[in-house]
């Protein structure tokens, strides 16, 4: 008799502990799937004025490199892969920027590290320094015509902008980095054709976004822009997108796309829900459980998957130019 209690009672201990572990699982699988892809939007000061910037230097604040690194820690404990750095223009704060890839791929091994920028503020000697810090370098433009570029606000007076691009592409041949272009569809530029540029400059992957109004950013009473005249139709955005249906690198996004699938934190490391056509803020993850912000981040998993948000991100020891 003893020895069927016994029995039992390991019986069921097994039972709770596999069920222990089950519920542990699937609660971290959940953060883990979640916190894949982070874009740090670790400052909003910017030396282009781009007339349809969603995030905008409302403040000038950036976190000491130290809490910053708390922040990335945590992240990454929490699953994530990838981390991409934005502003703003990222290259206003270079020694910044540059520890902080350091790090990641250096202390926390992070599978992916890019980030996008300009361009216009890039050194040769950081890339010297932490070129080799980085899987993808995007730089944002959005025409072959620097007139249009001007119009845009994607300009700093006294540089070409497009001279700038092809510099740094070859900047990021030179040390082994993907390179990548991000290009937002206005009505400056839904009808142009930037073929041309595109085959010449041959990015990994073209980013092609569809204008996208963030009430309190570049839409509102207190927003810092104005981009409601820069708005496109679906219709106008979709014929961009048959200009260039023929190159291989393009990756379109929409406004339906785009909505919900970026987990982004702010200056403050807080996530950004855009659930209701604002970036509501919820608690820093430096302040709070990193599932807790996970949760009310408003982050839709499968729209991340929808849009293409995995995939080979990494830059591995081959680059095929």
């Known amino acids: 008799m003893l020895n069927i209690n016994i029995n039992t009672y390991y019986f069921i201990g097994l039972i709770i502990s596999a069920a222990i572990i089950g519920i542990y699982f699937i609660y971290n699988k959940k953060i883990l799937n979640s916190a894949i892809s982070v874009n740090y939007h670790f400052t909003r000061q910017c030396n282009y004025e781009c007339k349809f910037c969603f995030h905008t230097a409302i403040t000038s604040d950036v976190l000491p490199v130290e809490e910053a690194k708390r922040g990335l820690k945590k992240l990454c404990n929490a699953g994530m892969k990838k981390i991409n750095f934005s502003g703003g223009e990222p290259f206003t704060k270079p020694k910044f920027i540059g520890e902080l890839v350091e790090y990641c791929k250096e202390t926390l091994k992070i599978e992916s590290v890019t980030i996008v920028s300009n361009g216009s503020l890039i ?166 459980d990193i599932s807790v912000a996970i949760d009310n981040s408003g982050f839709d998993r499968k729209s991340f998957y929808k849009r293409g948000g995995k995939y080979k991100w990494s830059k591995g020891n081959n680059l095929d130019w």
């Open 123 to 288: 050194k040769n000697n950081w890339f010297d320094r932490y070129g080799k810090y980085i899987d993808i370098l995007a730089i944002s433009c959005d025409s072959n015509n620097e007139d249009t570029l001007k119009k845009i606000g994607r300009n700093q007076k006294g540089k070409e902008h497009i001279k700038q691009l092809k510099r740094i592409r070859y900047l990021c041949k030179k040390h082994n980095i993907l390179f990548k272009i991000n290009t937002v569809v206005c009505s400056e530029n839904w009808q142009e054709d930037m073929s041309d540029l595109i085959n010449l400059v041959k990015p990994a992957r073209w980013k092609v976004f569809q204008c996208l109004l963030i009430d309190g950013e570049n839409a509102g009473q207190n927003a810092l822009r104005d981009a409601k005249k820069m708005v496109v139709t679906k219709e106008q955005f979709n014929h961009f997108c048959n200009t260039h249906k023929e190159l291989k690198c393009l990756v379109p996004e929409s406004n339906e796309l785009m909505r919900n699938s970026y987990f982004i934190l702010d200056e403050y490391m807080r996530f950004l829900n855009n659930v209701n056509g604002k970036k509501e803020p919820g608690l820093s993850i430096l302040d709070t």
